[in-house]
């Protein structure tokens, strides 16, 4: 009974650290500031708002929050010795390397950076100084780095759970270049979670508790002389573009290849918890394989043909707006529409005309995944959307196209253009990132 009150009240001083701490509200900011600009993205292409920030900031904060308690009780069991200093070092190298590129926010590239630096440090004499450096220095070679390694692996994990879970929910239709410049429909998805982790951790790394605890961690340092509870704020994201895959289809792909890293990573820092000469080499995969992720998703789509293009059996749906007569009707992206009010149309016009041949009642003929027939009908009504909320892939008059998003943190900041005028004359709208 005294153990529990001890984790309560420890957990509790551990809550009040991360209030404190301005890390955890950096990182929300900073997804607001990215559902923001992608909501303005929707407006300026399609003059509509298919999100709303505040709900998704919300969803994410509370999705944030379960993996936060999920990773936490795993990193209890599994022991590692991270220290407030690790928060700050894994902070102000995620900070650095944003001013570089924003996708580096992940923590896969400052943990695998800390122990390369921690590793490199092992060859000097720099942490026996008494200047700044070797203050630093010594800062460093306390950080557990293989504890990190493992908290990454864990984050990942529970990122692929997240991502097969919500990404096609986070997807966002866009006009986008394809091939020769050629106009073509796409999706971006884009998640972020904030994700607040309270650790276990041996009491070198703080406040000190004397009291045992009830299970015995895998891995770590010796326990016999206490435990705190430190608050390390996290946040895990995505970003993944496709033109070829329907969101469903490519938030399983992203949430694969996201599963497989962190397995992976999981067993190379374990290994290295065990034998620190592998150290380096776990670090190395850590930082590699993610790049290799990103490559795998941009090889895979460069293999497959544009799915979001109208062909000569009819124009083929982007997108649906939410609370329309298409959604009503069960239209779903991806899908053709063949015929409206029984006339064959190949142009967003005919779908026009056709529609006010009936102003009152509206019959589709709609090709599905499987190139099958099947109907949707519906009686219209005064003040709904006139086109029936369907998002159509982009064709020749199609005046705006996403741009590519800000590479580093200032463009973040500063870029006020979000989406590009056909023929080069910059518009007003929207934004990508990888993560």
């Not at 900031?57 to 010795?81: C, E, K, P, Y």
């Amino acid at each position: 009974m005294a153990t529990m009150i001890d984790l309560l009240d420890g957990f509790g001083q551990a809550a009040l650290q991360l209030l404190a701490q301005p890390f955890y509200y950096i990182s929300v900011l900073f997804i607001i500031l990215q559902y923001m600009r992608q909501i303005k993205t929707e407006r300026q292409l399609f003059a509509v708002k298919l999100h709303n920030w505040p709900s998704l900031v919300l969803r994410a904060m509370g999705a944030g929050l379960l993996v936060g308690l999920a990773v936490s009780a795993a990193g209890a069991f599994i022991g590692t010795a991270l220290t407030g200093e690790a928060v700050l070092w894994l902070w102000a190298i995620a900070v650095v390397l944003m001013l570089v590129r924003v996708r580096y926010l992940c923590f896969a590239y400052s943990a695998g950076i800390i122990a390369l630096l921690q590793w490199a440090i092992g060859f000097t004499s720099l942490a026996d100084g008494n200047d700044w450096l070797g203050s630093l220095s010594a800062s460093l070679a306390g950080i557990d780095a293989a504890g990190l390694l493992v908290i990454v692996a864990l984050l990942h994990l529970a990122e692929a759970a997240l991502v097969r879970w919500q990404g096609d929910k986070l997807s966002t239709p866009l006009f986008v270049e394809g091939k020769r410049g050629k106009l073509v429909g796409g999706y971006m998805l884009q998640g972020f979670w904030p994700v607040p982790l309270l650790m276990i951790v041996p009491a070198a790394g703080g406040g000190m508790s004397q009291a045992a605890l009830p299970w015995t961690p895998l891995f770590g340092a010796d326990w016999a002389q206490g435990w705190s509870v430190i608050a390390l704020p996290m946040v895990i994201g995505f970003t993944e573009m496709t033109r070829s895959l329907l969101p469903k289809q490519k938030a399983k792909h992203a949430a694969k290849g996201l599963l497989m890293y962190g397995i992976i990573v999981a067993i190379a820092a374990l290994v290295a918890w065990q034998l620190p000469i592998l150290l380096p080499l776990a670090a190395l995969i850590t930082v590699l394989l993610h790049e290799a992720l990103v490559w795998r998703s941009t090889v895979s789509e460069a293999r497959r043909s544009p799915l979001y293009i109208n062909d000569s059996r009819g124009l083929r749906i982007l997108g649906i707006v939410p609370g329309t007569p298409a959604e009503a009707m069960g239209l779903l992206p991806g899908e053709v529409v063949h015929k409206v009010n029984g006339i064959r149309i190949k142009s967003k016009e005919e779908m026009y005309e056709a529609l006010r041949h009936n102003p009152a009642f509206c019959k589709l003929e709609i090709l599905n995944f499987e190139g099958e027939i099947k109907f949707a009908q519906r009686a219209r009504y005064a003040g709904e959307h006139h086109q029936l909320g369907v998002i159509l892939a982009p064709d020749e008059q199609a005046n705006y196209y996403a741009a590519a998003g800000p590479a580093s943190l200032l463009q973040l900041l500063r870029a006020a253009r979000t989406a590009n005028k056909r023929g080069g004359e910059a518009a007003a709208a929207s934004e990508s990132s990888e993560g």
